[in-house]
T-cell receptor, first 112, second 114 residues
Framework: QQQVKQSPQSLIVQKGGISIINCAYE??????FPWYQQFPGKGPALLIA?????SEKKEGRFTISFNKSAKQFSLHIMDSQPGDSATYFC???????????FGTGTQLKVEL | KAGVTQTPRYLIKTRGQQVTLSCSPI?????VSWYQQTPGQGLQFLFE???????NKGNFPGRFSGRQFSNSRSEMNVSTLELGDSALYLC?????????????FGPGTRLLVL
């Protein structure tokens, strides 16, 4: 019940295209859903996050879509750029704590 | 404001040894969490500390332990190292538990066990 399932494992997108990464969770106690971006040799960096009271959140080229009934959320990267090439992790956390349960990661490559 | 600092950044140990990793949180942050990152298992939660107390613990054997000091700095210790303990160990800090939006990760300590 603690799992967060992430897909796809890897993704190749052309520059200017839309990158879409999906996650699904089981634990209904989760109420915080962040996406992290990680470059080689670096720690994960918070990209964007959402709570279940909204169905969508947009920050610049990054959008989270959240479907509470389906227990799914996704990251959309619009106008993907080569600099977006990184590994992306979805995660989930319950109320009041900082324990993050991570998805398995998606390696995104944006080609010219 | 300085970010989360982890020392050392790289470490090589042999099986059976023990290791201590250090994490200095962002100034003013009192909650510290530790994660293990491996290619096979991904990012897994180890423990969370706040006000020198362990609030939460992940599913790791007792060889993995941690502590937090009064200045919020934290250490984790792994005893009797195994080859499978080779990983990137990440520390994250936030002002308090539950303030996930202001939780930041350090660069990690890469541990290689030979």
């Amino acid at each position: 019940q603690q799992q967060v399932k992430q897909s796809p494992q890897s993704l190749i997108v052309q520059k200017g295209g839309i990158s879409i990464i999906n996650c699904a969770y089981e634990n209904t106690a989760f109420d915080y859903f962040p996406w992290y971006q990680q470059f080689p040799g670096k720690g994960p960096a918070l990209l964007i996050a959402i709570r279940p009271d909204v169905s969508e959140k947009k920050e610049g080229r990054f959008t989270i879509s959240f479907n509470k009934s389906a227990k799914q959320f996704s990251l959309h990267i619009m106008d993907s750029q080569p600099g977006d090439s990184a590994t992306y992790f979805c995660a989930a956390s319950p109320t009041g704590g900082n324990k993050l349960t991570f998805g398995t990661g998606t390696q995104l490559k944006v080609e010219l | 404001k300085a970010g989360v600092t982890q020392t050392p950044r790289y470490l090589i140990k042999t099986r059976g040894q023990q290791v201590t990793l250090s994490c200095s949180p962002i100034s003013g942050h009192r909650s510290v969490s530790w994660y293990q990152q491996t290619p096979g298992q991904g990012l897994q939660f180890l423990f969370e500390y706040f006000s020198e107390t362990q609030r939460n613990k992940g599913n790791f054997p007792g060889r993995f332990s941690g502590r937090q000091f009064s200045n919020s700095r934290s250490e984790m210790n792994v005893s009797t190292l195994e080859l499978g303990d080779s990983a990137l160990y990440l520390c994250a800090s936030s002002p308090q538990p539950g303030q996930q939006e202001t939780q930041y990760f350090g660069p990690g300590t890469r541990l290689l066990v030979l």
